[in-house]
C-alpha cells in the first residue's frame, strides 16, 4: 500500500496555479461583463439618437449636472432647451427619456406599459409588491378590490375624522408659537396626515400624533426614502447583493423593519378587534368596507388568492401613500399661500363666509370653496408631491411628432417639468390661481399630480378631501407668512421634499 504525501513545496505550487485559473476566469468575467455594458450602451445611444441632451460623461452619465440641490432648476434648463422630452444619462449603460409635453404624456398613460422595474424594485423591501409596484393581471385585480374603499359613501364620513386630526395639530401649533412665532411645519404636517390615514384607512382610535412609536415610523419611511434616493443613484448600488452588504444596505433594512413593525401592529390590533362579535357584526352590516376590512375579509373569505404577504404589501404602501404625499401636498400649498399674501387672505375670506369660526365642516361645504381650490390646484401644479414616475416600454412607442422608442427604454414622465414648461404654462414661476379658474383652458394632459390613465392614483378624491379640510382649517386659525431666513430648498426625492424643511411665520387670527 503506498501512501502520497504531498510536500509543501507541491502544495504551494498547486495553490499558486489554483490561483493563476481563478485570476484569469476572473479577467474574462470582468471582460465579457465591460463588453456586455460596451454593446447596452451602444444599443441604447442608438434608441435615443432621436432626441438630443446635453453631454454626458461615458461613466457617470448626467449625474455630475444632477449632484447638487439644484436638480430642480437643472430640469428646467433642459425643458428650455430639448423640446417635448430629453434623455437622461443616469450612468453609461443607463438611461430613461424625461418627458415633460402633455401631448407625450397622453400617449405614454394612454398604454399599459409597467413600472420601471430598475428603480421602483428598490423600493419592494420596503412596501413590497402592492397596488403601486404591482403589474398586470394581479394589479388590476388589487385594483378592482380597493376601488370600492375611495366610493363617495366612504370618503364622506372621514371629513370630520381629518378635521379631528387638523384640529390636534393646530392646538399643538397653538401652544409653540406662543414662545416662538417661527415653525418647521412638515414634520407635524406628516404626523397628522399619517394620523388621518390610520383612523380613515385602518380604522385605528386615538391620535398618534402624541404617540412617540408613529414618530418612530416617520423618521424610518425618511431613511428609506433617502437611501432610495442614493441607491437608484449609485452604480454599485444596483446588484442586490453587493448593497445589502454595505453599511448603506443594512441601515435601508433596520429601517424598513422599523416601518414593518409599524404596520404590523396595526393589521393585528384590528384583528383583534374584529375578533369581538360586535363590531364583527357591525362592519359585516356596512355597504362599503374600509380599506384594511376589505383586506382581511377578502383573506378571511379565499385564502388562496390573498396572501398574509400580498396583505402587508397593500397596508405598507397605503400607510406610505396615503400621508407622504399628502403631507408634502399640505406643506407646499401652505407655503405657497404663505408667500402670496393677497391670495391667503383671499382663501380665509371665503373660508369665513362659508365655515364662519370652522366648529364643523362637512363633505358639502368642500364643493363650495372655489377660490382656495384653485389655489391648491396652483400650488400643486407649481410643487406636485410626486415629482415623476417611471415605465418600462413593453413595445415600441411613436410620439406625435413622429419620434418613436423600441422596447425596453425606461420613460420618466417628469410631472414637475411639465408643471414648469414654458410652452404648456406661461410663466411657470409665477402663482396664477386664475390658471384653474372655472371656464380655462388647458391640455388634458397638463396638469398631472395624481398621474393619469388607468395607473392614476387610486387616492385622488381622499386626497383633494385632506388638503381641503386642513388648507381651510389652517387659514381661520393663523396668518402665515414665509421665513426669509429660511427659505426651503426643493428636492425631487419620491415625493417633494425641502432639504431644510419649511419653515413659516405664524400668528393666531382668533
Ligand atoms: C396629494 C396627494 C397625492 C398625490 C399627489 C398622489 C399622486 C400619485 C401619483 C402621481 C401616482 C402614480 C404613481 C406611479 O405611477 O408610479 C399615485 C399612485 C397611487 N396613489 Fe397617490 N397621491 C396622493 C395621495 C394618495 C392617497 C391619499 C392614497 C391612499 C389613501 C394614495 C394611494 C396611491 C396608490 C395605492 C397608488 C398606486 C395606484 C396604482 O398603481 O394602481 N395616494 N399617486
Known sequence: MSVSVLSPTRLLGSISGLLHVASLLLLVLLLLKAAQLYLLRQWLLKAVQEFPSPPSHWLFGHNQEFQTDQELQQFQKWVEKFPCACPRWLWGSRVSLMVYDPDYMKVVLGRSDPKNHGSYRFLAPWIGYGL???????????RRMLTPAFHYDILKPYVGLMADSVRVMLDKWEELISQDSHLEISEHISLMTLDTIMKCAFSQKGSVQTDSKSQSYIQAIRDVKTLFISRVRNFFYQNDI????????RWNQRACQLAH??????????????????ELEKVRRKR???FLDILLFARMKNESSLSDKDLRAEVDTFMFEGHDTTASGISWILYALATHPEHQQRCRKEIQSLLGDGASITWDHLDQMPYTTMCIKEALRLYPPVPAVGRELSKPITFPDGRSLPRGIHVSLNFYALHHNPKVWPNPEVFDPSRFAPGSDSHSHAF???SGGSRNCIGKHFAMKELKVAV?????????????LQAPIPLPNIVLESKNGIHLKLRKLL
Request: charged fraction near 25%; hydrophobic fraction near 45%.
Open 288 to 290: 362599503n368596507l374600509d
Open 242 to 249: 453587493i448593497y445589502w452588504l454595505t453599511p448603506e444596505g
Open 448 to 450: 398631472l399630480p395624481f
Open 132 to 142: 403601486l409596484l404591482l403589474n398586470g393581471q394581479t394589479w388590476f385585480q388589487h
Open 472 to 484: 381651510a382649517l389652517t387659514l381661520l386659525r393663523f396668518e402665515l407668512a414665509a421665513d426669509p
Open 261 to 278: 413593525q409599524h404596520t404590523d401592529r396595526v393589521i393585528k390590533l384590528r384583528k383583534a378587534h374584529l375578533q369581538e362579535e360586535e
